[in-house]
């Protein structure tokens, strides 16, 4: 019992030092810009300022930011799934030649955040003219995202025994349809686990949209935001009621794959 | 693929300031990374850097791990908070901190006061910047370090401590003698992912530095940034170079990695 108890007070001791910057961010969002600016500083508002959310979504540059933001997730992540889901179907059921070339390919590449590669990015896309285009960050997104969907998709592809689609075959349903009726509504929670994660991937990346888009009216949230606060203006109240924003719905999503995340990002290796 | 090759391409060549390619030069830009004067500072911080910043995460996330596999109430809070610098954009917790840190405004120095210490320029001083930095990215890499040997946890069967037990293992020399050899594959798979990642990361060094002139507190990584993007040397076959030496760098870390799995069991 007291042991239970003393697990508790840590446990809640460890949830504070995680949340405590994040409720800094929220309650600097909610207070007047004035107040930014008192010494000593304060952690509660004088004045609570909620307006400051309506601001920031009322703002259209930010909401271009979100456009763009949305945009290049939703893009990249559908196309993540396209390339993703028969490529994990094939290697979960089929082997062939390569097949370990293959998957290793796969791992290597999710070990390569873009960031190591962002000049050789840079030099691609500018040698193919594509600088400041949403296509040049739809597709380097898919591309760093591709390799996690692949394997955890692997996995849920893999667990389904052979028996229901044999079964399916002698109930009278052919290849495809046994595919789109049985393999992937039981897989969904995998595909929603990959989706979810590639759309965050997308969601958060800073260094290629910074690097690839110049024009900062093309430029998503992550980027984009940053002009809240800079050598000039020093908006930190909107720049954290933006982040709020823009942090809020993810952790929720997060919330939804989390059991299934590890075994994605270890890919198999804890067991 | 691609963009590896055309990095290696470009950092065998030489480029304008607006970019335009002028032909190769072979391995010059290379000869030219190692005369870079701030190149041994840069390397020493991403030394720094790495090391500490998974040497901490792992202690602290081995404690974590612990805490969040016993069953007590308001343990699902705790993964919820946990799950929170994981999902939340980097370059938006970098500027929170930036935030926290602050000078004049910051909470971190109003509790300082508050302790009775002297406020601290945390991000001006050269004494305070790199710690708070690592402190950063300890905490941004807590959560993935935390779930992975939490994962690891859970597949160590509890008749192995019955069995310890039995044979009269104390709490400590339990944990010492069994719980940490049955997770050295998870701490390993945590160790080196962390490692890539950490050295990996950009928006933490590069947003929380911002306000320092030069490169004395740069990791390779934003090194190579500012000598492509920002700095008034804008090459980009220099910032090639150095791209190249920390993709190795980093093949060197899967490379390792993948012979700590191949050694334990079959590939999946």
């Keep these: 019992m007291i042991r239970r108890a003393a697990l508790s007070g840590a446990g809640l001791l460890v949830a504070a030092a995680l949340l405590a910057p994040y409720a800094v961010m929220l309650l600097t969002a909610l207070r007047p810009e004035a107040e930014l600016r008192v010494t000593p500083p304060r952690l509660w508002p004088v004045e609570w300022r909620p307006q400051n959310f ?100 692997r996995a849920f592809f893999a667990s389904i025994p052979r028996e229901i689609e044999e079964a399916a075959a002698v109930d009278g349903c052919g290849q495809a349809g046994a595919l789109f009726r049985i393999i992937l509504p039981v897989a969904l929670p995998g595909i929603v686990t990959a989706a979810i994660f590639a759309f965050i991937a997308a969601w958060n990346e800073y260094i290629v949209a910074l690097t690839l888009m110049t024009d900062t009216s093309m430029r998503p ?8 606060v800079t050598a000039y203006v020093q908006h930190w109240d909107l720049l954290f009621a933006a982040s709020v924003i823009a942090i809020v719905p993810v952790v929720v999503l997060f919330a939804l794959i989390e059991p299934y995340l590890v075994g994605g990002l270890t890919a198999g290796s804890v067991k | 693929m691609y963009p590896a090759v055309e ?48 040497a901490v995460t792992i202690g602290l996330s081995l404690g974590l791990a612990q805490l969040l596999n016993e069953a007590f109430p308001g343990r699902r809070l705790v993964r919820w908070a946990l799950i929170v610098p994981w999902a939340a954009s980097l370059i938006m917790t970098a500027k929170l901190f930036v935030w926290i840190y602050d000078y004049y405004f910051g909470l971190l120095n109003r509790a300082m006061a508050a302790a009775g210490w002297a406020p601290v320029d945390w991000l001006g001083d050269d004494r305070t910047v790199m710690g708070a930095m690592i402190a950063v990215g300890v905490f941004v890499s807590l959560p993935f370090t935390t779930y992975v040997l939490l994962a690891g946890l859970q597949t160590i069967p509890g008749e192995v401590y019955e069995a310890a037990r039995v044979d009269g293992a104390g709490g400590w020399r339990r944990y010492r003698w069994v719980t940490l050899p049955l997770l050295q594959p998870a701490l390993l798979v945590a160790a080196v992912l962390n490692l890539i990642y950490v050295f990996n990361s950009f928006p933490i060094v590069w947003t929380l530095n911002d306000r320092n002139p030069g490169f004395a507190h740069d990791t390779m990584i934003t090194f190579m940034y500012k000598i492509a993007f920002k700095s008034a040397l804008r090459d980009v076959g220099l910032a090639a170079a150095l791209g190249v030496v920390n993709v190795l760098l980093i093949l060197l870390a899967v490379v390792a990695y993948l012979r700590v799995l191949r050694g334990r069991e079959e590939p999946a």
């Design chain 1, 221 to 228: 949230l992550t980027v984009g935001i940053t002009s809240y």
């Design chain 1, 54 to 153: 309506w601001t920031v979504l009322l703002d259209p540059e930010f909401q271009s930011w979100f456009t763009v933001s949305l945009v290049v997730a939703v893009a990249s992540t559908v196309l993540v799934l396209v390339a993703a889901v028969p490529a994990a179907y094939h290697t979960a059921r089929h082997r062939f030649p390569g097949r370990g070339a293959f998957l290793f390919l796969v791992l290597v590449t999710q070990m390569f955040a873009p960031t190591a590669l962002v000049v050789g990015l840079y030099r691609e896309f500018f040698e193919l003219g594509l600088i400041n285009t949403y296509t040049a960050l739809i597709a380097v997104n898919a591309a760093f995202n591709l390799a996690f969907a692949i394997w955890i998709l």
């Design chain 2, 7 to 54: 990095l290696v391409r470009a950092s065998l060549g030489r480029y304008s300031i607006t970019g335009l390619y002028q032909g190769a030069v072979g391995p010059r830009n290379y000869v030219r990374l190692l005369e870079q004067e701030a190149l041994p500072a840069v390397v020493g911080n991403t030394l720094v850097w790495v090391t500490v910043v998974v």
